[in-house]
């Protein structure tokens, strides 16, 4: 027991200065684009050439006639994953940026396995680079990836983010087309990835579904595999001057049926936020 005890407490301080605490943080630091002090006011003219139901999107959750958000700091609450389709799920405290200059958005995820081992994981993508880590204890790895099906993954993941930060909406590696006046298909176009998915809507103008057959499943045995995955958006509410979605489930259409594997709230949405001054 000495030996396990003492084998545990030197990895942990030989990787102190590599958790995804530490991590996260300089990734953060490094990628994040901070506001400036030009950012331009949304407006009827700057959105006229957008798809119907992103402009009503746009006009009902309160962007217009204010500054364009373009990057967006998230706190989530209530989220959880379930890491296989049997499995159980596994409280997160989740905590997430997105800065739109040059697509990239980082999460840092924390729990305890078990109710007992510390779990951190750090997922970032920038401008065509992914990476998923995950540790347990602060130094032991059990997730490590950063190849293209990694990229393509969490490039998806994002472009199902781009009107909750809406700066994205009029980036040049976005692009919109109308397929009627309550569904849009949205693509992102960056580096060497490209993604495309079904943006829905309903008569309100709240954004209620994101769907594509683009994202890739981890078979678990090395290999990955495209399968249809769609996020559940709601429960819109008033945050920091804007009507926002609150709720986010994502699921993955297998053949065996659906397995849902993630679901979280947003408590908090600040836009517009200057690292400097906030740390």
Not at 11 to 21: E, F, K
Not at 113 to 140: E, N, Q, T
Not at 175 to 181: G, I
Request: aromatic fraction near 12%; hydrophobic fraction near 40%.
């Amino acid at each position: 027991m000495k030996t396990i005890n003492f084998f545990i407490a030197s990895v942990m301080i030989l990787n102190a200065c590599n958790t995804p605490d530490k991590i996260f943080q300089r990734d953060l630091e490094t990628h994040f684009v901070n506001a400036d002090n030009n950012i331009p006011v949304m407006t009827d003219e700057s959105i006229a050439h957008l798809p119907y139901a992103i402009q009503n999107y746009l006009y009902h959750c309160g962007y217009v006639g204010k500054e364009i958000p373009m990057n967006g700091e998230l706190l989530w609450k209530n989220s959880r994953i379930k890491m296989k389709p049997d499995g159980k799920w596994l409280n997160l405290k989740t905590y997430q940026y997105n800065s739109v200059e040059k697509p990239f958005r980082i999460a840092l995820m924390k729990a305890r396995m078990a109710g007992i081992v510390p779990f951190d994981g750090r997922d970032i993508y920038h401008d065509g680079y992914a990476s998923m880590l995950g540790k347990i204890m602060k130094g032991i790895t059990v997730i490590n990836a950063n190849d293209k099906e990694t990229a393509q993954s969490a490039a998806i993941v994002l472009l199902a983010e781009v009107l909750m930060v809406p700066g994205y909406i009029f980036q040049d590696y976005i692009y919109w087309e109308e397929v009627d006046s309550m569904t849009v298909k949205g693509t992102i176009e960056n580096r060497e990835i490209k993604a495309e998915a079904l943006f829905h809507f309903n008569e309100k103008g709240e954004y209620i579904k994101f769907h594509t057959n683009d994202r890739n499943f981890d078979n678990g045995d090395g290999t990955c595999r495209k399968v249809p995955y769609s996020i559940n958006i709601g429960e819109y509410r008033k945050i920091d001057h804007f009507i926002t979605p609150t709720y986010v489930s994502a699921v993955w259409h297998l053949a065996e049926g659906d397995y849902e594997y993630w679901q979280g709230n947003i408590e908090k949405i600040k836009f517009n936020i200057n690292l400097e001054k906030k740390y």
